[in-house]
Nanobody, 117 residues
């Protein structure tokens, strides 16, 4: 079955960096578009970044993170990453890995990122 397992969250100071990882299994990873979403306290879940399948030639970012976050993938490791630089307190959220297969959405369990001094 499809499994998405996030890791790498934690406490980071404003202006710092963090890298999230999402290990995928149960489907042909290289064929799937992969995304990162987040849910900030009191807010709806929102998409942060998306990367196309195979070589990941196309990447898309929310305006709020453009220029600060970078999504990438390693198809040999079945892993998608989110490099978070110049983080801000408003980046505090639970971050989720996401994909779809045959019209069904799949989510990881989420990893908490807290940006605070």
């Amino acid at each position: 079955q499809v499994q998405l397992v996030e890791s790498g969250g934690g406490l980071v100071q404003p202006g710092g960096s963090l890298r999230l990882s999402c290990a995928a299994s149960g489907f042909p990873f290289f064929r799937n578009v992969m995304s990162w979403y987040r849910q900030r306290p009191g807010k709806e879940r929102e998409r942060v970044a998306r990367i196309t399948n195979a070589g990941g030639a196309y990447r898309e970012y929310a305006d709020s993170v453009k220029g600060r976050f970078t999504i990438s993938r390693d198809n040999d490791k079945n892993t998608v990453y989110l490099q978070m630089d110049s983080v801000k307190p408003e980046d505090t959220a639970v971050y989720y890995c996401h994909t779809t297969r045959s019209g069904v959405e799949y989510w990881g369990q989420g990893t908490q990122v807290t940006v605070s001094s």
